[in-house]
């Protein structure tokens, strides 16, 4: 029986947690794929490319956050064993040293992994997002090959037989503002400096305008799409784990880094205050209050840790002893008010 009631409860609490979690991240997940695609691009031909790559971004979005899926999941549980009367069931069977082992197990498994998310997984599916999220947006500036052809804005229109990966086959092309005409065999897509360039190899090029008339045979010629600058990978905060931004050169990297080990201290709180809800047998309605009240109390302190990391980053009388005394006087006031308020 014992046994029976651990896991359930265990079941239960990361099943809503997971439910949470999984509706936040879909929200997420199409908030990202529009803001690349940003309205102005085609979706039909890389919607495909841009959902599964924007799926590469959401573990570095989880870790913010846990500490509220764990409230939420926490007061759905509550919710459940009041509402069915399990929860006296509960109290009956389950001794004060299973609840303290059970309490143990899951506050572990969450810290474990929270740190594995936020130090391992995150920064190397971050990196491989930021890579491919470049290659798309980069792609994207150039536009979209549609029924062989490729029209990049007014400059230049690419007609072609085959294609594959940027090279296209048997091409036809036209550069308008040079009134250039040209056949080869292939043209690439390549990187220089800032610019896009394409690569034409084995080919003839006509030119008519006011300027030169001439026809010329070429195996390579290369045309520079100059007001088109395609964007370099930076090294952000996200692409670093707590050890790295502390060491970090930039002092608002290291700060990053302060505000990562709070938050560690943070889900520790959370975790303490949602283990004593999900046991609490009291009337639904001051449950709902109190909840609601605990909820917000939790986003104040998210709210006032980033107003300490603003004054951390720009003011020199603010130290990183004075983040952490402030924060932690914060916390320990938290769980005093929260156990309060869950008496």
């Known amino acids: ?183 080869s065999d292939s043209v690439i897509i390549e990187l220089s400096k800032s610019n896009f360039n394409l690569v034409f190899f084995n080919g003839e090029r006509l030119i008519l305008n006011e300027i030169e008339k001439s026809k010329t045979v070429f195996d390579k010629f290369t045309y520079t799409l100059e007001s088109k600058k395609y964007e370099e990978l930076l090294m952000d905060k996200d692409h670093y784990n707590t050890l790295e931004l502390i060491l970090h050169p930039q002092k608002d990297y290291r700060n990053h880094g302060y505000n990562k080990i709070l938050n560690y201290f943070i889900l520790l709180l959370v975790s303490l205050i949602s283990l004593k809800i999900i046991f609490l047998y009291r009337n639904k309605k001051n449950n709902f209050l109190d909840f609601s009240f605990i909820f917000i109390l939790i986003l104040i302190v998210q709210i006032l840790n980033s107003y300490f990391i603003y004054l951390l980053n720009n003011s020199s009388s603010f130290s990183v002893i004075h983040y952490f005394s402030v924060n932690l006087i914060i916390l320990t006031s938290t769980i005093l008010i929260s156990n309060k308020i869950l008496k």
């Open 1 to 183: 029986m014992i046994g029976r009631a651990r896991s359930y409860i265990i079941y239960n609490y990361f099943k809503y947690i997971l439910i949470i979690l999984l509706i936040f991240i879909g929200l997420i997940w199409l908030s990202q794929i529009i803001r690349i695609l940003e309205f102005q691009y085609s979706i039909s031909n890389q919607i495909i490319e841009i959902a599964s790559t924007t799926l590469l971004a959401l573990p570095s979005f989880i870790n913010p956050l846990v500490p509220f899926l764990i409230l939420i999941g926490s007061f759905m549980l509550n919710s459940k064993i009041n509402n069915s009367n399990e929860i006296i069931i509960f109290k009956q069977y389950l001794s004060a040293k299973a609840f303290k082992v059970l309490f143990q197990f899951l506050i572990f498994f969450t810290f474990i992994f929270f740190i594995i998310n936020n130090e391992i997984i995150s920064n190397k599916f971050y990196e491989k997002y930021k890579i491919k999220e470049l290659e798309i947006r980069n792609n994207l500036k150039l536009g979209s090959p549609i029924q062989n052809e490729f029209h990049i804005d007014e400059i230049l229109s690419i007609f072609f037989e085959k294609k594959k990966d940027n090279t296209f086959y048997d091409i036809e092309a036209i550069i308008y503002d040079q009134n250039q005409f040209i056949i």
